[in-house]
């Protein structure tokens, strides 16, 4: 039987307090976590509506997929550039332990690379070539999706072999091929499918914010996406409760206590997340009973807001919940850098804010 070994912390002290870069990192991961989901959560509804315009004759479905292809490969660029900052933080506070999870995946996390490219080269194609691609623009635009979809599967893999250390040398000594994937924990395919999930449901919360954009303009098509979008909200989410309730009971018993009880932070913002995602189903069903349905879908994006950003917060606990035996926040050795630390943040708004005007440019192009 194998001991379990854990790389001793960096030695280089943290330059701001553990609680900042914490925060920092759980805020750029929710806005890397709702461009994530668009990007795989679009592009797959991209590729039903392809199918569903052929089969139906409908063209609000052929509509759809060529709007979505003008957001897809910009979304994208988005959500690498916003997936570097919540993965910086990550390797601050965890590092030792991340580092070690992607040595042992080896090729496997080294192939992240190759399929985002491919993902990005098959949404570009699906935009400047839509007309011309016809009758396989399915398979191209599903294509995409399928590389993100390893992508994300790819790192559900390291995300969980990080937290279980008791594996790590066995496998390390154990799989001279350099391509291992962890396969054999409980919680893989689980959390997988819970992000995969919740993609296809903001995907549709996508569809549902540019129906409304066209509410004036296009008040046919506006009105048969709003509805269309709400119901790729709906139907994902109620599979969610159920994954959902699977993902928790598979969870090592400490850690799932931890969300009843266990830690103060992780059972209110568990409780959050769950009242959330029920009433913002019961918004958007009562949303599609009435004529106006505006002012109670923003009330559902407002319910879904306050959700996701519970579940990042949930998500956090657990994490902290599987590596306690092994280590803590506050070992970590913190020497307050002041003049950078505000630098940081001068940089960090500016940036935000650079964003925030690209995002207005790029929804103006994309709404045209």
Known sequence: MF?????????????????????????????????????LGGGIIAAVSE??????????????????SKGLPIALAFTINLGVPPLLFLQVMYGHFFYTSSIIMAWPWLSVILFVILAYYGYYLY????????????????GSAFFLTIVAFLYTNNMTLMLTPATWKEVYVGSASGAFLNLGELTLVPRFLHFFIAALAVGGLVVILYGLAKQKTEPEFSKWAIKYGIWWFLIPTFTQFIVGVIFLITLPRDVMLLLM????????????AIMGAIASVMIFLLSLQRDEPKPLLYAGFA??????????????????????????????????????????????????GIVGWMLQKTTQSVKA
């Open 261 to 272: 009880g266990g830690s103060i932070t992780g059972t209110v913002f568990f409780l959050i």
């Open 51 to 68: 199918i569903k315009g052929r089969r139906s004759g409908v063209q609000h479905h052929f509509e759809l997929s060529r709007r979505l």
């Open 3 to 39: 001991e379990t070994v854990v790389p001793q912390i960096d030695p280089i002290a943290v330059p701001a307090p553990v609680w900042l870069i914490q925060f920092l990192l759980m805020f750029t991961f929710i806005l890397h976590l709702l461009a994530m989901n668009f990007v």
């Open 127 to 142: 935009n400047f070539r839509f007309e011309k691609l016809s009758g396989t623009r399915f398979w191209v635009v599903g």
């Open 303 to 352: 319910v879904l807001l306050v959700t996701i950003i519970s579940m990042v917060f949930v998500r956090d606990v657990v994490r902290s919940g599987y590596i306690a035996e092994y280590f803590t926040l506050d070992q970590l050795q913190v020497e307050p850098q002041t003049g950078i630390i505000l630098l940081f943040f001068l940089l960090f708004i500016g940036g935000l």
